[in-house]
């Protein structure tokens, strides 16, 4: 199954996908992580990503469109995959289309997870306060002025990715406030599984 996660930053598109991966046995394909890892070992590509990422803006379309090109090919990805991050962007949107109609593949659902603003911050908080206690990392970019940076980029240029995916009768569209175990059970049955 080919599958898509859409939302904003902190509607548990991880969590939810990192469930799938386990029921579907496909690989979850975080833009984010790949970027993360490429800022971790210091390649060319997480040099120029990094000071963008902090600052809650996004990385440029080519960039991430031609990892994900070269991310799907790989043996793991034959019988499916779902994207988390990507697309990101109208354009990015596209580009999938088109790199997906090539390889001669469909997507099978888009699934957005429909979270309030006010909500998403208060997640942020949490998340930054369970990894101190917890005496792990905090994501250079989950700081409050990153944060409404990274909501801004995606009212902007995100947001009309739900709308591109709707006009092609592809998105389903989840209420991500719910306990994330309801969550799970409205995208299981919104794919029949
Ligand atoms: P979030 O939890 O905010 O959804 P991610 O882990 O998906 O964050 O991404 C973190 C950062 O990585 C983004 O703010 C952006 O700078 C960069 N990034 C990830 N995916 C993309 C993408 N598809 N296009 C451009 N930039 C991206």
């Known amino acids: 199954m080919r599958l898509v996660f859409l939302g904003p930053p902190g509607a548990g598109k991880g969590t939810q996908s990192a469930r799938l991966v386990e029921k579907l046995g496909v690989p ?19 040099l120029r990503a990094k000071a963008i990422m902090d600052a809650g803006q996004l990385v440029s379309d080519e960039v991430v469109v031609g990892i994900i090109d070269q991310r799907i090919d790989a043996p793991d990805c034959a019988t499916g995959f779902i994207l988390d991050g990507f697309p990101r962007t109208v354009a990015q ?27 998403l911050v208060d997640r942020m908080r949490k998340r ?15 700081n409050p002025e990153s944060f409404k940076t990274r909501l801004e980029t995606y009212r902007a240029q995100t947001a009309p990715v739900s709308a591109y995916f709707s006009e092609l009768g592809k998105l389903v569209s989840i209420d991500g406030m719910m306990p994330i175990d309801e969550v799970t059970a409205a995208i299981d049955d919104a794919l029949g599984l």
């Not at 394909?29 to 790949?34: A, E, N, Q």
């Not at 088109?98 to 593949?105: D, E, S, T």
């Not at 306060?129 to 250079?140: D, F, I, S, T």
Request: glycine residues 8%.
């Open 28 to 46: 979850q394909l975080s833009t984010g992580d790949m970027l993360r890892a490429a800022v971790s070992a210091g390649s060319p590509i997480g």
């Open 93 to 119: 949107a596209e580009a999938l289309r088109v790199m997906l109609a090539n390889k001669g593949l469909k997507l099978d659902a888009v699934i957005e997870l429909a979270v309030d603003e006010t909500m």
């Open 128 to 142: 930054v306060e369970e990894a101190l206690a917890a005496g792990k990392e905090v994501r250079a970019d989950d």
